[in-house]
C-alpha cells in the first residue's frame, strides 16, 4: 500500500511569490490535513480536506488555502510568501484514529 | 497556555535504560493522545495511541493516561541508539485525528 506522497521535495521562492504544494494520500483516505513545522514553533495545524470540503482550519493567514480534488488529492496553495513562510510543510492522510505524514515539502524563501 | 505540553528535553539515557517522556494537556475534554516519533530531517511517525486511564504496551513501548491528572507519558524500555529523535506528543481536537494539536516535542538522545 502506498504511502503519503507529496511534491516537491524541496522549494525555494523569493519573497512575494506565491507556491503550490501537492499531496497524494494513501488510497482509500479522505482526510487531507495540512500542517506547518518550523523550529520556533514547531507542528501547527492549517487545514484539512475531506470529500473536496474544508472541514477544519487553523489560524493563518488568508495567504494560506487549498483544495482537494474528486481523486482525494489536495493542493495547498501560499500567496505573496514572506521569510516566515520558510518552514517544512507536512500533509496527513486520516482514516479513523490513524494520521500518516508524507514526507514534507522543504520550503525556503529568500 | 499552550494546549499540548511537553519539556524540549534533550533528554539523554544510556543505551538499555528506561526512557520516559511526559505530555501534559489543557482541555479536560480530550479523550484520545497520540504519540508521534520524528527523526530529524524526516516526517512524524504514529508509535502509539491511547484512550483509556492505565497502561497500554506495544514491544518496548508503554503510553501511559492519566485524565485525573491530564497527563499522558511515554515510556521506552531497553532504550537503543535508533531511538534518539523528537517524541512527539499530540492531541486531536475532534474525534479523528485529522485535527492534531502537536506539543513542541522532547528530543530524545540514548548514549552508547
Known amino acids: 500500500k502506498a504511502g503519503v506522497t507529496q511534491t516537491p521535495r524541496y522549494l525555494i521562492k523569493t519573497r512575494g511569490q506565491q507556491v503550490t504544494l501537492s499531496c497524494s494520500p494513501i488510497?482509500?483516505?479522505?482526510?487531507v490535513s495540512w500542517y506547518q513545522q518550523t523550529p520556533g514553533q514547531g507542528l501547527q495545524f492549517l487545514f484539512e480536506?475531506?470529500?473536496?470540503?474544508?472541514?477544519n482550519k487553523g489560524n493563518f493567514p488568508g495567504r494560506f488555502s487549498g483544495r482537494q480534488f474528486s481523486n482525494s488529492r489536495s493542493e495547498m496553495n501560499v500567496s505573496t510568501l514572506e521569510l516566515g513562510d520558510s518552514a517544512l510543510y507536512l500533509c496527513?492522510?486520516?482514516?479513523?484514529?490513524?494520521?500518516?505524514f508524507g514526507q514534507g515539502t522543504r520550503l525556503t524563501v529568500v | 497556555q499552550k494546549e499540548v505540553e511537553q519539556n524540549s528535553g534533550p533528554l539523554s539515557v544510556p543505551e538499555g535504560a528506561i526512557a520516559s517522556l511526559n505530555c501534559t494537556y489543557s482541555?479536560?475534554?480530550?479523550?484520545?493522545f497520540f504519540w508521534y516519533r520524528q527523526y530529524s530531517g524526516k516526517s512524524p511517525e504514529l508509535i502509539m495511541f491511547?484512550?483509556?486511564?492505565g497502561d497500554k504496551e506495544d514491544g518496548r513501548f508503554t503510553a501511559q493516561l492519566n485524565k485525573a491528572s491530564q497527563y499522558v507519558s511515554l515510556l521506552i524500555r531497553d532504550s537503543q541508539p535508533s531511538d534518539s529523535a523528537t517524541y512527539l506528543c499530540?492531541?486531536?481536537?475532534?474525534?479523528?485525528?485529522?485535527?492534531?494539536?502537536f506539543g513542541t516535542g522532547t528530543r530524545l538522545q540514548v548514549t552508547l
Open positions: 482541555d479536560r475534554g480530550s479523550q484520545s
Open positions: 499530540a492531541v486531536p481536537s475532534t474525534g479523528t485525528a485529522s485535527k492534531l494539536t
Open positions: 488510497s482509500g483516505h479522505r482526510s
Open positions: 480536506y475531506f470529500s473536496e470540503t474544508q472541514r
Open positions: 496527513a492522510s486520516a482514516q479513523g484514529v490513524e494520521a500518516f
Open positions: 491511547i484512550y483509556s486511564n
